[in-house]
């Protein structure tokens, strides 16, 4: 063998050990892609025996998504240009892994029409590692990007810098929003940035930078912008970037829009001073106190109404200027708002307060609660305190006149009682003399005869004391009715018996009507239903001539209960219409006839209505001259069943209660029936007495009368209710004679609890007071429970 | 005949004791007065009356208190007691109730009324009264 062919068998040897010998993998394919030739390092890249690649398409061994790659991008690239570089591919491993390589490749003509295509793989498994990273990199990179953007648009505020070098801006998104410019173009200059400030702004935005960039240090500006129509403000803070060496090389720094925040504080310290203005100038003192009563504010006004300084008071407590004895109410009416938590109402307390000099002023405070963040607890009191001293003058006044003019209605109606007394007894003597001689002189018609008439004038004038007394009591509100159970038809026939012989001397007929369809009893006040039959019988046998009079009795069941309908018709003259109008009025004498009839006082109507309105019903009449005319009134009747209601059964509890009566005859009687229960009892002599009492000391209940002198019992209720320390939730139950759904109303609504009927039946005052007793203590006054137990009440007492 | 009853008379004034004597004694009844509760009280022992007329208002102790220490004394605490009163008062007339009386008559009282009320408080036969003496019934008003 000749030196050449030894080199090129040499060369031959050595270009076959190299591709053999080759650290990345070499594989020569066909035009169609058949590996014609492998080296060992891709079989030991791919774990594959080289017998197994003989006549295997290189394209099944790279993964599914590489051959896409190989067949979209590779192949077409080769077949234009002749070479690949560097595509990064996986190839499929005999394991079942797969392996990222970088594939270059060149196609080179062979023997014949074929074109080789001679591949290198390297393994890229690094570089693959680096590219990833570098991808999530970016990734997070512009989500940084993203956050921040979205930061400095939530706080209007941008970042900006400035190389000093190139006299270049940069931005962020956020800083063209603040200065109303186009995000889309690149940010102006210096000069121009400093040219979107207000003229008088500019020179001092200049300078600040300036002054910074001079000494290397940072700095802060506030300057206004013109925004279209608007002026913003802008908030600028910058600080020196400088170079590793330490010269400085530019500015960075943000931007912040601070218009809102700016013009928020301005109306803020405008209402403050607003707010402060009418503090300082208000008549009222406006203050400021803890929970302690220790006083944070409080408005100059105190100098005009309490006469001191408000540094004077600012740090004192509250109870420094209270009067002593009004504190402890004062302060408990304040804590019972707090616990309330009802604090939309409003609350006013009155009390006494002290000035500087010793005088004393009544005040109205209306506080409203300062409340803590959740607003769930007061932690202060803001008040608003009202000199009110001469408005109680006028208040106290007005009352005392109101009990002045109670005393006097009083001492008028005792006046007319003790009178009456006086009155009864010489009459006792007149008319029972005049009778004894009327009877003694049965012998002398004559003497017998003036006897009769000193007799009858003697009732006369007694029948006038009768209707005067009624009539002040009535107009006094001082009668009460008494009811019992009695007998509708007894009462009528016994006005009958009354004025059979009156009416018989005239030749009328006196007849009564329907007494068989009444029920047997009814409850009633017997004695005043038969003043009031007797009356208007009376008037119809007075001032009729012929004919007669009847007496129509009916009683209906309507669902409110029985109703009891009393007519009176007589065949008399008549009444006109304008007669008929005057006719229950007081003193009122209506001719009814042609002829001079003797007149009574005119009150005998007039009490027959009040007495029918007081026992809840109608009076009225129908008449016209010539056909004579009825009278008629209408009265509910109270169930009787209630008389038989069995008595309640609640456990006894002995406590403290407080009578409220005006009669020494109902407090004897109520301290007698209810001592042996153990109760423990106080007297009040009336209203005031009473208010004046449960001001002193707490009670577990209250009986309370109605009609008292000085005071009612309608209002020493309300005064109880509404501001009484220790018993503003104590049951209170009324005694009135008065019955009827009207009085219980009243009784309700003036915040009693129940009623109780007088006369007092004793089975019924202790099963109430039992009742009331067992209501829990503290138990809030609740108008529909007191409803309900009221009836309850009257159920088992009426 | 049966012994007439006695009936004790407790009234201040001369003129309403004396008419009331009278018309007792025409009646048929023996009557003493007493002036005060205190004579009332000694008359009750000597004259041992069957029944006893008590006004309220009297010098010195008043109705109520007689008829309290009436009550409180064993021999004499049966004797039925009927006030004759010209106060009107409910209360007045509840608390003399509620100390024991038996029954009350208003002043100026009606004659038959009168002796009817007294014929019953004694619980003697007496006939059906008459209109004018049930009217007392339907309250005090003559």
Redesign the interface.
Known sequence: MDLKAAVRAGEAATSAELFELSPCGLVVCDDAGRIIRANASFCEMTGLDPAALKEANIGSLLTRASFFIYKARVAPQLALTGSVQEVSLDLKLADGQSLAVLLSARQAPAEGATVLTHIALFPARERRLFEQEQLKARRELRQYRDYLQMAEKLANVGHWSYALATGDIQWSPEVYVIYGQDPQMKAPPLNDVVALYHPDDRDMARQAMDSALADGGSFTYRARIVRGDDIGIVQVHGICERAPGGEVTGLFGICRDVTNFIRNQERLEQSEARYRLLADESNDIITIFDLSGCIEYISPAVKKILGYEPDDLVGRNVRDVIHRDDCDATFAAYSAYVRNKNWDEGLRVRYRAVHKDGHVIWAEAHPSPILDEAGERVVAFQDVVRDISHQKATEDALAQASIEANAAAEAKAQFL?NM??EL??P???????S??LR?LLAGNDDLRRHSQRIHSA??GL??LI?DI?DHSKLEAGQLEL?LAPASVAD?AA?VV??L?LQAGNKGLTLTVEGADGLAPQALID??????VLLNLVGNAVKFTETGGVTISLSQSRLPDGDRLRVSVRDTGPGISEAGKARLFERFSQVDRSAHDMPGGTGLGLSICKQLVELMSGTIGVNSAPGEGAEFWFEIPLPDMNLLHAAPVTVPHRPGRILVVDD????T??LV?LLTPYGHDIDVAINGYDGVQASQRAPYDLILMDINMPVMDGFAATRSIRSGCPFNADVPILGLTAAGGEARLQACLSAGMNAMLAK?VMPSALLNAVALWLNVPAGTAFDPTAAIRMASETKYKTA | MTEPRRILVVEDNPDIAELVAIRLGLAGYNTCKAKDADTAMRLVGEFKPHGILLDIGLPGRDGFSFLQGLKATVPYQNIPVLMLTARQAMGDIQMAMSLGAKDYVAKPFDDHKLLFRIARMLGDQVAKPTAKERTYVWGNRS
């Not at chain 1, 017997?526 to 003043?531: I, N, P, S």
């Open positions: 009682a009456s007394h009864r007894t009459l006792t003597s007149i008319i029972g003399f009778a004894l009877d003697g009732q007694l029948n009768n007394l008494d009462i016994d018996d009354l059979s017997d004695g005043r239903l038969h003043q009669q020494d005859a109902v004897d009687l007698n006369p």
